[in-house]
């Protein structure tokens, strides 16, 4: 999403926003990475994590030129994001996090939203951030790929069906263009019915924020959880799947955790306010990112000995959350 100031020709977009990525640091400029791939550990600034080149841009030739008010190629990354949706997203985490303070100091029963629209929009952002991240993309890309593929082989078989002078093996394929992804993720992100269903999707869910004394939450590449509670050895849903919980970290101290109603323990669960995490809690959590991250885990401190124990018992192979996927028959 929004790009570093540096960054002025806006190649470098941001798939994990950097306002949600500070709430995780202990100086707003750094993190400590941890990096599955090459199973090391390492400080670095914020502004060079999460990020894809050009992610967010649309290609000149796919840009309605007849259009009274013509997008530019980087109009999703700079309008849609930067000014329409990051500022808000932003206010609505440091009001999240001041609540959870203040519950933390006094113990009084503390909304954790000032209001109902706060929350509502909680939601279409917590949504448009999975939506837009590149695995999204790629999966949906990969989905419309196989079917014009299986498109190209019906219309094949039915001409070779109607004249039988066409050969078996004439060259009837489907021409990619992966330029064309980026054109096919926004109208995922940006699609006002498809965030409102994600959104209202969310609401309908009852949520509850864990709060941790300290700053050692982890987060990650992929930080929205989505656990199948209906069927625990199946791979996890969308977030639009019925019956999941969802975990959602929003700070190195705060994580929401969404249940469908009837799944939501009102003796235990203080609704739509903060609960106190206790150590094993944040274990489990952290276990949970570390699981669900394509590459990266995210954290304020250095402490990754919960991954070290994960290699220690796996014969040094890292382990991972398996991941929802579009079957095109």
């Not at 994590?49 to 530019?72: F, S, T, V």
Request: proline share 3%; net charge neutral.
């Amino acid at each position: 999403m929004s790009n570093s100031m540096v960054d002025k020709n806006h190649t470098k977009q941001h798939f994990i926003p950097v306002c949600y990525l500070r709430g995780f640091s202990a100086n707003d400029k750094t993190l400590y990475v941890y990096d599955k791939q090459i199973s090391k550990a390492y400080c670095k600034a914020i502004e060079k994590i999460c990020y894809a080149e050009n992610l967010y841009r649309i290609d000149k030739k796919y840009l309605n030129k007849e259009l009274k008010n013509p997008i530019d190629e980087n109009h999703y990354e700079t309008e849609y994001f930067a000014k329409n949706i990051e500022s808000e997203y932003n206010r609505i985490l440091i009001d999240i996090q001041r609540r959870a303070q203040e519950w933390l100091a006094h113990k009084n029963p503390t909304s954790a939203f000032s209001s109902n629209m706060d929350k509502d929009h909680f939601a279409a952002y917590v949504g448009i951030q999975y939506l837009s991240l590149p695995w999204v993309r790629e999966m949906h890309y990969n989905s419309y790929e196989k079917a014009q593929d299986k498109r190209m082989e019906i219309i094949k078989a039915f001409l070779i069906s109607e004249n039988s002078e066409l050969q078996q093996s004439r060259d009837l394929k489907f021409k990619h263009d992966e330029g064309y992804g980026a054109v096919l993720h926004s109208f995922l992100y940006s699609d006002p019915k498809i965030v409102n269903t994600t959104q209202d999707r969310l609401l309908k869910k009852s949520w509850t924020i864990w709060v941790s004394p300290k700053n050692n939450l982890f987060t990650s590449d992929n930080p929205l959880i989505v656990i199948n509670r209906l069927c625990v050895d199946a791979p996890a849903g969308d977030l639009t799947m019925r019956g999941a919980q969802i975990i959602f970290p929003i700070s190195g101290n705060l994580a929401l955790s969404m249940w469908d109603h009837d799944g939501f323990d009102h003796g235990k669960h203080v609704l739509d306010g903060f609960n106190l995490i206790t150590l094993q809690e944040v274990r489990t959590h952290n276990l949970y990112q570390y699981l669900n991250a394509r590459r990266h885990v995210y954290q304020a401190g250095s402490d990754f000995s919960i991954i070290k124990e994960v290699l220690d018992d796996n014969n040094g192979n890292h382990m991972w959350y398996p991941q929802p996927g579009i079957e095109v028959y």
